[in-house]
């Protein structure tokens, strides 16, 4: 790994005010993906549309075949992820996802050369909720050297009986993070998978200033050895969110939690929370598609009547989002992102898996 170089953008801002001589900082984004290539492209587009200079991808297959194009896009910083790099960063591929993760994103931290740079997965877009220039203008507004913006997340999720036609199709719900009996009467039988009323992290990601000693993991920085970043170093931001879709499909769902079951317990506890952990436990014990599409309902499925509970309490948004005219400023042919050819590069992806549980599913899915 690159040693940490000291200055440049690094230095604290006493003030309050912007970096020197910048009315709009400069942005970007880290991601390490294994993903369906429409996916990477469509997501990698979509951030550079808004006005990311910098997209670092990290291609965890480095056989990854959407790697050509990616690299051709101006302001992509391309990396594949074989033997070679991990030797570089940690001598070997470490097991766990998000161990994997945060080398990369503290890998891109180091060579950034822009204000800020926030990681991402392929599933999640930012949403600037008032354009990207009150998005920018918060940023300016941040006094560097004194924590990080956390981008608070909004989860995509499904209304009953609602046919998915395209892969950014549902509303959106908003984290609760209050007492348990209240979790449970605002999410009823699906509360016991859900943190904070959310299937996957209700934490968010951060945009973080550069130039300091920081390591970069997946939700927020860690202080190095140059820099202090005490508790408490976040602001919330008030003008861009985080949209998760913790599955694009159903398929996709269910995908991601049988390859998290792919692992040791430990490896899993240090990778999830103990919802997610409870809805891997929960797939493995069951064993028709029927089964294993009615778990994905309880967890990701809205009825009429919850949704209006949420939306009324500000717990859920049905602002529809739709990332294609942004991703066309960026390319000119937009991929195809239907749900239905989602779920064909997913059978074929997987359709070979030594996971038999996996390729099982992916066989036998309608569609």
């Given at each position: 790994m690159e040693p940490?170089?000291?200055?440049?953008?690094?230095?604290?801002?006493?003030?309050?005010?912007?970096?020197a001589g910048m009315s709009a900082p400069g942005w970007g984004i880290v991601m390490t993906a294994r993903e369906p290539g429409n996916l990477?492209?469509?997501?990698v587009a979509y951030h550079l549309g808004l006005g990311a200079r910098e997209a670092h991808v990290y291609l965890d297959d480095p056989d990854d075949r959407a790697a050509e194009t990616l690299a051709a896009l101006p302001g992509v910083r391309l990396t594949l992820c074989d033997t070679d790099h991990w030797q570089r960063l940690a001598r070997r591929r470490p097991e766990?996802?998000?161990?994997?993760?945060?080398?990369?994103?503290t890998h891109a931290y180091r060579l950034a050369d822009v204000d800020w740079l926030i990681h991402l997965d392929a599933d999640e877009f930012l949403r600037p909720m008032r354009g990207v220039e009150a998005m920018l203008a918060e940023l300016a507004a941040f006094p560097r050297g004194f924590g990080y913006v956390s981008v608070p997340p909004a989860e995509r999720v499904m209304p009953r009986d609602a046919a998915q036609v395209g892969l950014f199709d549902g509303v959106f719900r908003r984290p609760a993070r209050v007492p348990p009996r209240l979790h449970l009467a605002l999410y009823g039988e699906a509360?016991?998978?859900l943190d904070g009323g959310m299937s996957s992290h209700a934490s968010g990601k951060a945009f973080t200033p550069t130039g300091f000693d920081y390591q970069i993991r997946i939700h927020r920085p860690r202080a190095g050895k140059a820099d202090?970043?005490?508790?408490?170093?976040?602001?919330?931001?008030?003008a861009v969110e985080l949209l998760h879709f913790?599955?694009?499909?159903?398929?996709?769902?269910?995908?991601?939690?049988?390859?998290?079951?792919e692992h040791a317990a430990e490896v899993q506890a240090g990778m999830n929370g103990p919802h997610r952990m409870r809805q891997v436990a929960a797939l493995r014990n069951e064993g028709d598609i029927a089964a294993v599409r009615a778990l994905y309902e309880?967890?990701?499925?809205?009825?009429?009547?919850?949704?209006?509970r949420l939306a009324a309490l500000g717990l859920c948004d049905t602002a529809p989002f739709d990332p294609a005219p942004v991703i066309a400023r960026v390319l000119e042919d937009v991929p195809d992102l239907s749900a239905a050819r989602f779920d064909d590069d997913l059978r074929r992806a997987h359709e070979n898996s030594p996971n038999p549980r996996l390729a099982e599913l992916v066989a036998r899915w309608p569609g």
């Open positions: 940490f170089v000291a200055g440049r953008k690094g230095q604290a801002d006493e003030s309050g005010g912007t970096v990477v492209l469509a997501n766990a996802q998000n161990r994997r993760q945060g080398l990369n994103a509360a016991d998978f202090p970043l005490p508790a408490h170093s976040a602001l919330k931001a008030q913790d599955g694009l499909t159903p398929l996709h769902w269910l995908v991601k939690l049988l390859r998290y079951g309880r967890v990701q499925v809205l009825a009429p009547a919850q949704m209006a």
